[in-house]
């Protein structure tokens, strides 16, 4: 089983990779928050046969205990502010910047894991949660103190720093949950949650959620089977069989792999800062560091 997850997981990042580049080809279109919204729209939507036609899983769901059920709520919350916030950050700042801070969680996972799932932080992990404070301090510094005409804003990257914190938050309330509840189930109310809280968001901040262009929507939808399905679901359904830690490093995938599609996609064609390149292999480097099992490697 842990094999499966294994290439669940290589599966899922490798998918979610396409994540930013979907939206970052849109926004100009779209608005942020209507990005967000309409992807965990979608992939609600896309799961629900699922769980409408096996028995068994309408059967678990009527069966979660109260307590079980108010904590998916809350994850389902996280995930809305993940998404609300790390959508919203990629057309402050790059996609380089955006997706490696954004994947930064282990800084949080690593310490929350240790006292809640008792996996101890060895003296390495340690030093890899310093280096990867310090490689966030040279990405963000170094492109506001040194060289204000890149992409980068301000906003943007802490904005993408609250993203992450949310994202660790999610894949914590995740690993304790997938324990006793199967993905779909879990799936369903977590996205569920955060489809209604990004719904209501988008009217509190009047932002419009129709007469967008058909394409627009399609690449949503798309965007929802790639990353949504394969990427978040895959990824949901891993959770039960490797350690919270592992689960987090393996995210280092997403921003090395989304970094070169914004390269190489002429579309969008950005080159990230010397600052950003720097930063960022000190804080993938960091992040390694503080998630990899001290026994093996």
């Known amino acids: 089983m842990k094999n499966h997850a294994h290439i669940a997981l290589f599966i899922s990042i490798f998918s979610v990779s396409f994540a930013s580049i979907f939206i970052v080809t849109i926004q ?60 919203t950050s990629l057309k402050l700042t790059s996609v380089a910047s955006s997706v490696i801070l954004v994947t ?17 932080l060895s003296f390495v992990n340690i030093f890899g949660i310093i280096l990867s404070v310090s490689g966030v301090f040279i990405l963000v510094y170094g492109n506001y103190g040194f060289n204000s005409g890149v992409l980068d804003t301000l906003e943007g990257n802490i904005l993408a720093i609250l993203g992450g914190i949310a994202a660790g938050l999610y ?6 949950i997938r324990k006793n509840v199967s993905v779909s189930s879990y799936a369903f109310v977590v996205y569920g949650v955060g489809t209604i809280v990004l719904f209501f968001i988008c009217l509190f901040f009047k932002t ?90």
């Not at 779209?30 to 769980?51: D, E, G, H, K, W």
């Not at 769901?61 to 109260?66: G, I, Q, V």
């Not at 800084?107 to 809640?116: A, E, I, K, N, T």
Request: no cysteine.
């Open 104 to 120: 930064a969680h282990p800084l949080l996972v690593g310490p929350v894991s240790h006292f809640l799932f008792k996996e101890k």
């Open 28 to 87: 100009e279109n779209v608005p942020s928050l209507s990005i967000a919204f309409y992807r965990l729209f979608f992939t609600t939507l896309l799961i629900m046969p699922m769980v409408f036609l096996r028995i068994k899983i309408r059967k678990e769901l009527f069966s979660l205990s109260r307590s079980t059920l108010y904590i998916m709520i809350i994850i389902g919350i996280i995930l809305a502010a993940h998404f609300a916030l790390w959508v």
């Open 208 to 297: 419009p959620l129709y007469n967008f262009n058909l394409n627009d929507y399609l690449i949503i939808l798309l965007m929802a089977v790639v990353a949504g399905l394969f990427g978040h679901t895959l990824y949901n359904w891993a959770l039960k069989n490797v350690r919270a830690s592992l689960a987090s490093v393996a995210l280092l995938g997403e921003p090395i792999g989304s970094t070169l599609l914004a390269f190489i996609i002429p579309w969008i064609n950005q080159i990230p800062s010397q600052y950003t390149i720097l930063g960022g292999v000190i804080i993938l480097l960091g992040i390694y560091l503080t998630a990899i099992n001290k026994d093996k490697t």
């Open 171 to 176: 894949i914590l309330g995740g690993r304790k």
